[in-house]
């Protein structure tokens, strides 16, 4: 994830139309994101053979309940890391605060960010030595439609920890790593989706909108 790494280290505020579209429902360009499923198709609760997890941590994608946790696993550089992954909650802003996001105001009419919170728990695996990539394949989508990605918007969020100050990550440490969205204002249903890997199936935490 060097490209997102660099936006992040440089303090980069990367909004653009191509993202701002997403979540309109328009062609996503130059976003980092992708996952197996449509764009415009939010993955339906029961659709997978795992959407009813058996006991203990799910693995390999599927709808959970709030409060449950996943496990997954991600390359972190060289090194495979097994984190379990927990969606908490989703903080949504106003239109104001969209306008500081954005260079172009007028391009964002309408929408305002969401704020999704993971907890990531490393549970096996080496020491993450560099700024983690295990937050990298979050996705907010809002009623059905995938949300427009905010790089580097989240890092002072209240509850977040900023990615870049994170070194030495060991088993048994818990962070909070966060992504921000652009969303259509009044969205009903609001969805974060993790993967372990970009095109791998994602697990999904449903909450409600504002």
Same mark, same amino acid.
């Given at each position: ?25 328009? &062609? &996503? ?9 449509? !764009? ?5 609760? %029961?659709? *997978? ?6 006991? %203990? ?31 908490? !909650? =989703? ?5 104001? &605060?969209?306008? !500081?996001? =954005? ?18 728990? *490393? ?19 809002? &009623? ?38 652009? =969303? ?27």
């Amino acid at each position: 994830m060097l490209y997102r790494k660099n936006l992040l280290r440089f303090g980069v505020p990367a909004v653009t139309l191509a993202l701002a579209l997403t979540a309109c429902g328009g &062609d &996503d360009g130059g976003s980092k994101k992708s996952n197996s499923k449509s !764009k415009d198709e939010a993955p339906a609760a %029961g659709s *997978h053979a795992k959407d009813k997890p058996a006991e %203990g941590k799910p693995t390999g994608g599927g709808a959970l309940r709030a409060g449950k946790s996943a496990t997954g696993k991600v390359k972190e550089g060289a090194t495979p890391v097994t984190y379990e992954v927990l969606a908490q !909650k =989703v903080d949504v802003g106003t239109e104001a &605060d969209t306008q !500081k996001l =954005v260079r172009d105001p007028k391009k964002a009419k309408g929408l305002v960010p969401a704020v999704a919170h993971l907890k990531f728990t *490393h549970k096996g695996g080496g020491v993450v030595k560099e700024t983690p990539d295990a937050a990298d394949t979050t996705e907010i989508w809002a &009623d059905g439609r995938r949300g427009g990605l905010v790089i580097g918007a989240s890092e002072d969020a209240p509850g977040c920890d900023d990615p870049l100050d994170i070194e030495g990550w060991k088993q048994g440490e818990s962070h909070v790593l966060c992504e921000t969205y652009l =969303v259509p204002k009044g969205s009903k249903g609001l969805e974060v989706h993790w993967a372990e890997k970009e095109d791998g199936e994602p697990y999904v935490w449903k909450f409600a909108g504002k």
